[in-house]
T-cell receptor
Framework: RKEVEQDPGPFNVPEGATVAFNCTYS??????FFWYRQDCRKEPKLLMS???SGNEDGRFTAQLNRASQYISLLIRDSKLSDSATYLC???????????FGSGTRLSIRP | NAGVTQTPKFRVLKTGQSMTLLCAQD?????MYWYRQDPGMGLRLIHY???????AKGEVPDGYNVSRLKKQNFLLGLESAAPSQTSVYFC??????????????FGQGTRLTVV
């Protein structure tokens, strides 16, 4: 079983829709959580950190559920420019490894 | 503002050849990583380093070696390339994760094809 699992998608939604992704992690020692965005043939870039209390950045909301070991990303009022692959990222407290999920592909159609 | 620089950006190797990928960062980061990305597989950690002179194995270390002789450089070596090592390779660097909001910065990737 992979340490970080994501639904690969693709999610194909119309512009203006709300879309949500989940990511589950198996290591309970995981300490830090992030969402990264990767455009086609480009390097991943940080989208937002995920805090235990949940956090919002404009149209993006991230939440963490430690009891169930999953994190989520909600995108409201989706734009064409949101089309990308979204990567869930987990960092262990005991090691220095950054572990990526395999990514969820999102495609926004006009 | 170079950030993380990978060289080369593209390379074609014949099976059995060797090569070294160079990653250089100018942000004084302690931690550096090498990943490979294959279709549908996401980024898989090959090796990583938590400081100059130290390296550790990640999820898929076989067939690769690394060295961190200088803090700013992290080298990935393929001693005898195999077609299974055809992939896109990404290097990343970050501050120690005791800082909760630390961000990993990536290089632009190296597209390697082994024929």
């Amino acid at each position: 079983r992979k340490e970080v699992e994501q639904d690969p998608g693709p999610f194909n939604v119309p512009e203006g829709a709300t879309v949500a992704f989940n990511c589950t992690y198996s290591n309970s020692a995981s300490q830090s959580f992030f969402w990264y965005r990767q455009d086609c043939r480009k390097e991943p870039k940080l989208l937002m950190s995920v805090y235990s209390s949940g956090n919002e950045d404009g149209r993006f909301t991230a939440q963490l559920n430690r009891a169930s070991q999953y994190i989520s990303l909600l995108i409201r009022d989706s734009k064409l420019s949101d089309s990308a692959t979204y990567l869930c990222v987990v960092i262990h407290s005991s090691a220095s490894k950054i572990i990526f999920g395999s990514g969820t592909r999102l495609s926004i159609r006009p | 503002n170079a950030g993380v620089t990978q060289t080369p950006k593209f390379r074609v190797l014949k099976t059995g050849q060797s090569m070294t990928l160079l990653c250089a960062q100018d942000m004084n980061h302690e931690y550096m990583y090498w990943y490979r990305q294959d279709p549908g597989m996401g980024l898989r950690l090959i090796h990583y380093s938590v400081g100059e002179g130290t390296t550790a194995k990640g999820e898929v270390p076989d067939g690769y070696n690394v060295s961190r002789l200088k803090k700013q450089n992290f080298l990935l070596g393929l001693e005898s390339a195999a077609p299974s090592q055809t992939s896109v390779y990404f290097c990343a660097s970050s501050y120690p994760h005791a800082l909760m909001n630390t961000e990993a910065f990536f290089g632009q990737g190296t597209r390697l094809t082994v024929v």
